[in-house]
């Protein structure tokens, strides 16, 4: 099992892999509990869009990336207040 360090540095080589901040609002550390994707209560990398269309574009379409699971969410738009 990856430890919080491990995960955290795999999660910045997913970013900068992938590009992530040109096509998402984010991508943090957690999990998705009702997720179909992958078993209940994994914890990985959650990215976070704007839209389906955003999603879409995404170019990492696997539910894993070096043995972390990766989850997508679509929120729409974060407007700062």
């Known amino acids: 099992m990856l430890n919080k360090k491990a995960i955290e540095k795999i999660r910045v080589e997913f970013m900068e892999e992938f590009h992530v ?43 894993s990336y070096k043995g972390v699971p990766v989850f997508r969410v679509v929120i729409g738009k974060i407007v700062a207040g």
């Open 21 to 63: 901040m040109e096509y998402a609002n984010g991508c943090g550390i957690g999990f998705v509990p009702d997720s179909s994707e992958v078993s209940d209560n994994d914890i990985g990398f959650v990215i976070y869009f704007e839209t389906d269309e955003k999603q879409n574009e995404f170019p990492f379409k696997e539910n």
